[in-house]
């Protein structure tokens, strides 16, 4: 089964992504987490998408696709995938369909993840990821240590939390991500949208019934 997560940058899809997977048995595909690595290892994909994502700018779609498909023909995926910050565009949503006919998948459902820009800008402020995990924190300082088991990361800012960089993916967000969901909404795909205001159980337990698990 494959589960796109949807909704605007510091809605929760990260946090959540994990603990769905684990639920459903499938492995994740962070598209965000697939380039930062790239970037790390100083990749010539890493190195071209690299500026988009510091100024808070969507990367090419056929970079995008690129990976997506790459990942979900890959072993590990057989099962399903949850999708984590793809799909951002209507053509990646249409080049996600090909890639699924391609190897006989179906598109599970589509996980919007609802809340407010307000709410999104006070907590993307106050977070702090992992140089190592990219596990997500709140409430903690830059340089504390990560509290992942066998990590030895040290948590950071990322650039494109920085509030300007934020504003520019709120843009991008409404410009063209959002227009994702109508195109979904007259392709037939089971929409389930859920409050993603709350603790993190509970918006858990929330994706869980809505996924019917
Ligand atoms: P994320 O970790 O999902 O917030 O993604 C971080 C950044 O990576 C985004 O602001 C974009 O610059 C880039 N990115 C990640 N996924 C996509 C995507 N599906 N389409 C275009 N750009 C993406």
Redesign the pocket.
């Known amino acids: 089964m494959v589960i796109v997560l949807f909704g605007k940058?510091?809605a929760g899809?990260?946090t959540q992504a994990p603990r769905l997977a684990a639920a459903l048995g499938v492995p994740i595909l962070?598209?965000?987490?697939?380039?930062?690595a790239a970037i790390r290892e100083g990749t010539p994909m890493g190195l071209a998408?690299k500026a988009?994502?510091?100024?808070?700018?969507?990367?090419?779609?056929d970079?995008?696709l690129g990976?997506?498909k790459d990942t979900l023909e890959s072993a590990p995926f057989a099962q399903g995938a949850i999708l984590?910050?793809?799909?951002?565009?209507v053509p990646?949503a249409e080049g996600l369909q090909r890639v699924l006919a391609d190897i006989d998948r179906k598109l599970g459902a589509v996980l919007v993840f609802d809340i407010a820009d307000e709410e999104i800008i006070g907590r993307v402020g106050g977070r702090l990821v992992c140089d190592t995990c990219?596990h997500p924190y709140s409430g903690k300082q830059p340089g504390d240590a990560c509290e992942q088991p066998a990590c030895a990361g040290t948590l950071m800012r990322?650039k494109?939390d920085e509030p300007e960089?934020v504003r520019t993916?709120l843009q991008?967000y409404e410009q063209?991500t959002a227009p994702v969901l109508e195109w979904y909404r007259t392709h037939g795909a089971r929409i389930a949208t859920i409050d993603a205001v709350g603790t993190v159980d509970e918006v858990t337990n929330r994706a869980k019934h809505a996924l019917g698990l």
Do not use: N
């Open positions: 940058p510091g899809k990260g962070a598209t965000g987490e697939a380039l930062r998408a988009a994502m510091d100024r808070g700018e969507l990367v090419a779609d970079v995008i990976i997506v984590d910050g793809v799909v951002r565009t990646q990219s990322r494109d960089a993916r991008q063209k």
